[in-house]
């Protein structure tokens, strides 16, 4: 079984671009949720989606957004960047909501923006 | 909303030796406390959890113990081995994951 593959695995963008990350989870999960992980702060909780719909969201500005497709497939936005978005984005698959079962993490997207 | 705090956030022992890694959560409707091993350039992987009704779970060299009353969980890794080094992260849940900060566990052969 495929496990969770993130798309593109690297990318630099300026300030002031608009990026999308892709997220492909496990064949069958039908819950994905997004983390911004940065060295001293973690792992922080952007949103889940469960069937094309957002469950939870975190405490991030609405320049961050995201979606998921029928095929459980989902992509994140973030508009406007800033320096301070340079980030590794992962993202997590699981059956059922993510919360209360083990979740799949991807490899990542590290994101750099100069 | 949930605040997970987790110490230490470096630990070094000496191969063979147990490490402890301790995390407090704040909410107690926080029902689910996975952790995490993440190996340098890696992605972040489940090595074991606990449910809020159990109060310890043990898992060859790996045992959580969970303190519902006090709000603290632990990660128990015995007789440790070069490739336990990692970063641990601990996690609690109810309708979304809070993880702590990590801890960078090194075992010195």
């Known amino acids: 079984k495929a496990g969770v593959t993130q798309t593109p695995r690297y990318l630099i963008k300026t300030r002031g671009q608009q990026v999308t990350l892709s997220c492909s989870p496990i064949s069958g999960h039908r819950s994905v949720s997004w983390y911004q992980q940065t060295p001293g702060q973690g792992l922080q909780f952007l949103f889940e989606y469960f069937s094309e719909t957002q469950r939870n969201k975190g405490n991030f500005p609405g320049r961050f957004s995201g979606r998921q497709f029928s095929n459980s497939r989902s992509e994140m936005n973030v508009s406007t960047l800033e320096l301070g978005d340079s980030a590794l984005y992962l993202c997590?698959?699981?059956?059922?909501?993510?919360?209360?079962?083990?979740?799949?993490f991807g490899q990542g997207t590290r994101l750099t923006v100069v | 909303g949930e605040n997970v705090e987790q110490h230490p956030s470096t630990l070094s022992v000496q191969e063979g030796d147990s490490a402890v890694i301790k995390c407090t959560y704040s909410?107690?409707?926080?029902?689910?406390f996975p952790w995490y091993k993440q190996e340098l350039g890696k992605r972040p992987q489940l090595i074991i959890d606990?449910?809020?009704?159990?109060g310890e779970k043990k898992d060859q060299r790996i045992a959580v113990t969970l303190n519902k009353t006090a709000k603290h969980f632990s990660l128990h890794i015995t007789e440790t081995q070069p490739e336990d080094s990692a970063v641990y992260f601990c996690?609690?849940?109810?309708?979304?994951?809070?993880f702590g900060t990590g801890t960078s566990l090194t075992v010195i052969p």
């Open positions: 996690a609690a849940s109810f309708n979304q994951f809070y």
């Open positions: 909410d107690s409707a926080s029902n689910y």
């Open positions: 997590a698959s699981s059956t059922e909501q993510t919360t209360v079962s083990e979740a799949f």
């Open positions: 606990i449910r809020s009704n159990v």
